[in-house]
C-alpha cells in the first residue's frame, strides 16, 4: 500500500488525529482508527483519554511528530498497532509482543478470567501451560494465584526470551521450558491440577479468511496446523495429559470454533469427561474437561 504520499501539515494534536482519521478510517474504521490514536498517544507522551482531549490544541515536538508519521505508515501497511508500541494488556497484565509472539486475543483473555472465577474458593497448586507464546496466560494465572507453581512450555526460544522478560516485568514466578511437544516428552517435576493451552488450530485452508496484519506480522508456527490433521496439538495433548495430571485435574484449551466437538473427543478417548463453551461472540472457543486419574 502506497504511503509515500501522506504528509503532517501540523504537529498540533488536533490535526494528527484528522489526518489519522483520512488515511485509516477506509480501513479499519472511524472506531478501530480512534481507538488506536489514543494507544499511540498513551503509549509515546503518556496522556490519557482525559487528557489527550484537552490537549488537542497543543502541539508536539518534531521528533514525537516523526514517531507519529511512522507510526501511521505502519498502520496503512496493517502492522498491528501492539506491535507498534511494543505491548498490550492482558488481564491486567502488560504483555509486551513481538514478531515472535502471537498478540494476545480478547477470547483467550476471556477464557482466563473463566478459568480464575472457577477457581475462586481454591487455587490449583500447580499449572502448565502448553504454547505459552508471550507467556500471557501463564503470568496472567501466576498474578491471579500467587502461591501456585505456574510451568509453561514453548517450541520457539524467541517466544520463550520474550515470555521471560514478560512474567519478571509483571513480577511473577513461572518456569519456562523449551520444549517440543509433538516430539519430545515433557517432564515435570511434579504433577499439576490445571492445563491451559492455546495451541496452534488455524487450518492451512482458512489463511484466505484472514487478514494482512496477522498473517504477515504473527509467526505462522503459532498459528496454523495442516488442512489434514487440525487435531495435532489436541491429540498430542490429550494422549499426554494422565502423565502430567496428579490424581485429578482440570484441562482447559482455545479451540477452533469448527471443530469443538472433535476437540472434545480426543479428550474423552483419553478417559477426561468435558463440555464445549462458547465465547463472548457465540463462538465455540473453550473446551473444559476433568480427569481423574484414580479411575484409570
Request: aromatic residues 8%; contains cysteine.
Amino acid at each position: 500500500m502506497n504511503t509515500e504520499n501522506i504528509q503532517f501539515g501540523s504537529n498540533r494534536v488536533a490535526d494528527i488525529e484528522r489526518l489519522f482519521h483520512k488515511e485509516l478510517d477506509a480501513i479499519y474504521g472511524a472506531g478501530e482508527t480512534r481507538m488506536m490514536v489514543r494507544m499511540l498517544f498513551e503509549a509515546w507522551m503518556g496522556w490519557p483519554l482525559a487528557e489527550l482531549l484537552m490537549k488537542r490544541e497543543e502541539t508536539i515536538n518534531q521528533s514525537d511528530l516523526l514517531r507519529f508519521h511512522w507510526a501511521l505508515e505502519d498502520l496503512k501497511r496493517g502492522r498491528p498497532i501492539q506491535q507498534i508500541i511494543g505491548w498490550t494488556l492482558f488481564c491486567g497484565c502488560r504483555i509486551e509482543v513481538d514478531e515472535n509472539t502471537l498478540i494476545p486475543r480478547p477470547e483467550t483473555e476471556e477464557i482466563v478470567e473463566r478459568t480464575i472465577a472457577s477457581y475462586l474458593e481454591r487455587p490449583p497448586r500447580r499449572v502448565l501451560d502448553i504454547c505459552t507464546g508471550s507467556g500471557c496466560i501463564a503470568i496472567a494465572l501466576a498474578k491471579a494465584w500467587p502461591t501456585t507453581e505456574v510451568w509453561a512450555v514453548d517450541i520457539s526460544s524467541e517466544a520463550l526470551a520474550k515470555a521471560r522478560e514478560n512474567a519478571a516485568k509483571n513480577g511473577v514466578k513461572v518456569d519456562f521450558v523449551r520444549c517440543d511437544i509433538l516430539k519430545e516428552d515433557l517432564s515435570l517435576p511434579y504433577p499439576v491440577d490445571l492445563i491451559v493451552s492455546n495451541p496452534p488450530y488455524i487450518c492451512e485452508r482458512e489463511r484466505k479468511e484472514m487478514s494482512t496484519n496477522v498473517l504477515d506480522y504473527e509467526p505462522g508456527l503459532a498459528l496454523f496446523v495442516p488442512d489434514t490433521d487440525p487435531m495435532l496439538f489436541y491429540r498430542r495433548i490429550a494422549q499426554q495429559c494422565r502423565r502430567w495430571i496428579g490424581e485429578k485435574g482440570r484441562i482447559v484449551v482455545e479451540l477452533n470454533e469448527h471443530y469443538g466437538k472433535e476437540t472434545l473427543a480426543e479428550f474423552e478417548k483419553e478417559g477426561a469427561q468435558g463440555r464445549v463453551e462458547r465465547d463472548f461472540w457465540g463462538k465455540e472457543r473453550m473446551m473444559i474437561a476433568e480427569m481423574d486419574n484414580k479411575k484409570r
